[in-house]
C-alpha cells in the first residue's frame, strides 16, 4: 500500500498548508463500527478503497501529532507528509480483532516515522544514534525549564526522569544548542578571514585511513608472524625466501634444487602453507 495508490491530499498538491488541513477536516470520523468493516475488508478482501478511507478519516490525527515537533526548525508540511507514511503502515498493520481503535494504534507508528525524518535531516552530523540519545533528543526541549544552560540539579533531575546518565544530558544539550559554523567563509569576507576549510586535517589525515594503516601494520608484525609460526620449518623457509625476502626472492627452481624436490611440488607447499596462514589472519 502507497501513497499513490491512495491517491489522498499532501500540502503541495492543495496549494498551500491551510488548503490541506481545510480539505483534510471535511472528511468524516468513522465509528467504531464502520473503521471495524473497513478494516476486515482492506485484511480479508485487500480492498484498498477501505484503506483509503481508513487513512482519509485519521490525516487530522497526523496534522495534530506533526505540530508538536515544530521546534526543530523543518517544515511541517514535510513533517505531515512523514507522519502519513507512518499512518498507512498503521493501516497496513491494524487488526480489526484486537479491539482497539486504529487512532490508538496509529500514534506509534506516525510518530516513529516523524522521529526518523527529523533524526535524517535536523543537521547534517546525527545528533542522536542511541536509544538512550534518541530519548533525550525529543525530550530534553520539554523538560528543560530555562533558555540558559542546563543547572547541575536539572541535569540529575533530568537524567533521572529519562534513566539516562548525567553526561548524556550534558552531551546532548550542546549538540542541540550548539551553533551551526559555516564550513568556508562568505564571499563579502575579508580575504585573510579563516574558516574551519582552511585549517581541516589533510586528506591523508583522515581516521579511517589511520585505523587500516595500524591494521596492516599489525598484520605485518605480530599477526604475520603468529601465523609463520604455524608452518612446519620448510614451508616456513619457503613462504619467507618466495614473499618476504623483497631484495632477492628466489624461484620455485631454486627451492626446489635446496630440497632435492620439484619445482611443481616446492608450489603446492608454498599454496597450502599461505592457504593455513590465510585462516589464521582472517
Request: aromatic share 8%; net charge negative.
Amino acid at each position: 500500500m502507497t501513497s499513490d495508490t491512495l491517491q489522498f491530499p499532501v500540502p503541495a498538491s492543495l496549494g498551500s498548508l491551510e488548503n490541506y488541513i481545510q480539505a483534510i477536516n471535511r472528511f468524516p470520523i468513522l465509528s467504531a463500527e464502520e473503521e471495524h468493516d473497513l478494516a476486515k475488508r482492506f485484511h480479508e478482501e485487500s480492498d484498498l478503497e477501505a484503506a483509503r478511507k481508513l487513512v482519509l478519516s485519521h490525516l487530522r490525527l497526523v496534522v495534530s501529532i506533526a505540530r508538536g515537533y515544530m521546534g526543530y526548525g523543518l517544515p511541517q508540511g514535510d513533517l505531515i507528509q512523514e507522519g502519513n507514511v507512518g499512518l498507512m503502515k498503521a493501516v497496513k498493520r491494524f487488526d480489526p480483532e484486537r479491539g482497539v481503535r486504529l487512532v490508538s494504534f496509529a500514534v506509534h507508528w506516525i510518530k516513529a516515522e516523524i522521529h526518523e525524518f527529523i533524526l535524517r535531516n535536523w543537521r547534517l552530523v546525527k545528533v542522536a544514534t542511541t536509544k538512550a540519545q534518541r530519548k533525550l533528543f525529543f525530550n530534553l526541549r520539554s523538560l528543560k525549564q530555562s533558555d540558559g544552560s542546563l543547572t547541575a540539579d536539572e541535569i540529575g533531575s533530568m537524567a533521572r526522569t529519562l534513566n539516562v546518565s548525567q553526561a548524556d544530558v550534558k552531551e546532548m544539550e550542546t549538540r542541540l544548542y550548539g551553533h551551526d559554523v559555516a564550513l568556508e567563509p562568505f564571499s563579502d569576507d575579508e580575504e585573510d578571514a579563516f574558516a574551519p576549510i582552511a585549517y581541516l586535517a589533510a586528506p591523508d589525515a583522515e581516521p579511517s585511513l589511520h585505523l587500516e594503516w595500524a591494521e596492516r601494520n599489525t598484520l605485518a608484525t605480530h599477526g604475520l608472524s603468529g601465523a609463520l609460526a604455524t608452518l612446519d620449518p620448510r614451508s616456513r623457509h619457503i613462504v619467507e625466501a618466495r614473499w618476504l625476502n623483497e631484495d632477492n626472492p628466489m624461484t620455485l627452481h631454486e627451492l626446489a634444487a635446496v630440497y632435492g624436490i620439484s619445482a611443481e611440488r616446492v608450489r603446492q607447499i608454498e599454496a597450502k602453507a599461505l592457504q593455513k596462514m590465510k585462516g589464521v589472519l582472517t
